[in-house]
């Protein structure tokens, strides 16, 4: 692991940290883990993104308010561009991405023959998905590999066709994964009736009371079905203590890219705007995945999320029902 330099690697530093202490939690996780599909089942790719980002930045400011008060995080003035959010004086843009790929530099397609882009600010970068997706290896002591997803990535109503689900500990710090149960599925299982709610959240709940980072549990398919004599192979895994190996390219989760490693990037224009391009946005997350300025965002709360677009009525409606309310002490004025 590389260590952060410059004059905000102490600021950079804290952030990370408490991105982390935030999605540790269940609170946090599942809430935005609903978001990241529902918003972007619902809405189109610009606006899901601006809405997933107001989510994280009101989920931070709740978490910081309960847990750290003494941090600040702020907006910056309608219609600045540039940095996002403010967190104890750094400013941060803030990307979102639901694979890898371009991250745009800036949204100007007037500016052309630009052909290298430096960032004033870090950028906290939220890739919601594994890349490749289908790209994940899960590798057994006795040497039998497994090409996995994650369940996230498959729609609700996907046939699993004799598929195996696994239950993982994937630690961000790099300790041993472990697999922590296996389901197999018949013909015409899907993902929620084969694995329920309330088993996964046993192995949540088991994680809270043993200081688990929540957000280091997920939830795995294999790309193929899995022969009788694979899923004994996972199940005594599982009874032996369940050590393996997992690797991907690179993991879905929420990146710092520090200041110091966005400066002079070469950058290709089109009729939007400024673009980094994806090679150059991969080296980026390697080289944040090295200093440390990573966390696990896993999606599998998805399968057992509702299926329905986010009522913003209804929350701006609450404030106008309080007044009317007897036991709230609303008032008419």
């Known amino acids: 692991m590389t260590e952060p330099i410059g004059p905000d690697a102490a600021a950079e530093a804290d952030f990370v940290e408490s991105v982390r202490s935030m999605l540790a939690r269940p609170d946090y996780l599942l809430p ?42 702020t907006r910056p003035p309608t219609g600045q561009k540039g940095w996002d959010y403010k967190f104890n004086g750094l400013e941060i843009s803030h990307k979102v991405s639901q694979k890898l790929d371009v991250i745009a530099a800036l949204w100007d397609a007037t500016k052309q023959g630009v052909t290298t882009w430096s960032f004033n600010e870090p950028i906290a970068y939220v890739l919601g998905g594994n890349a490749p997706a289908a790209g994940v290896e899960v590798s057994l002591e006795d040497g039998t590999e497994f090409r996995c997803r994650s369940v ?13 689900l696994l239950v993982v500990v994937w630690p961000q710090t790099g300790n041993q994964p472990r697999l922590l149960e296996v389901r197999g599925s018949g013909a015409d299982d ?83 705007g400024i673009l980094i391009p994806k090679q150059t946005v991969e080296r980026l997350l390697g080289e944040a995945f090295l200093r440390g300025n990573f966390t696990p965002l896993p999606l599998w709360y998805w399968v057992y999320a509702e299926r329905r677009p986010p009522d913003m009525y209804s929350a701006q409606r609450a404030e106008y029902d309080a007044r009317f309310s007897a036991s709230l002490g609303g008032r008419l004025a």
Do not use: M
Not at 44 to 69: H, I, K, M
Not at 154 to 164: I, K, T
């Open 32 to 73: 935005l883990a609903a978001a990241e599909r529902q918003f972007r089942d619902h809405y189109y790719g610009l606006n899901s993104a601006a809405l997933l980002e107001d989510l994280f930045f009101d989920a931070l400011g709740n978490f910081l308010r309960q847990t750290r008060p003494a941090v600040s995080l």
């Open 152 to 164: 996230a990535d498959l729609a609700p109503s996907f046939v699993l066709d004799g598929r195996a």
């Open 190 to 272: 899907v993902a929620a009736k084969v694995l329920p709610f309330d088993a996964i959240w046993l192995h949540v709940a088991e994680a809270v009371r043993l200081g688990i980072p929540v957000n280091d549990i997920d939830v795995l398919v294999t790309n193929r079905r899995v022969k009788p004599a694979q899923l004994r192979a996972l199940e005594f895994a599982v009874e032996t203590g369940g050590s393996i190996d997992i690797s991907v390219g690179r993991r879905g989760g929420v990146y710092l890219l520090s200041r110091d490693t966005l400066q002079d990037l070469d950058v290709t224009t089109n009729n939007r």
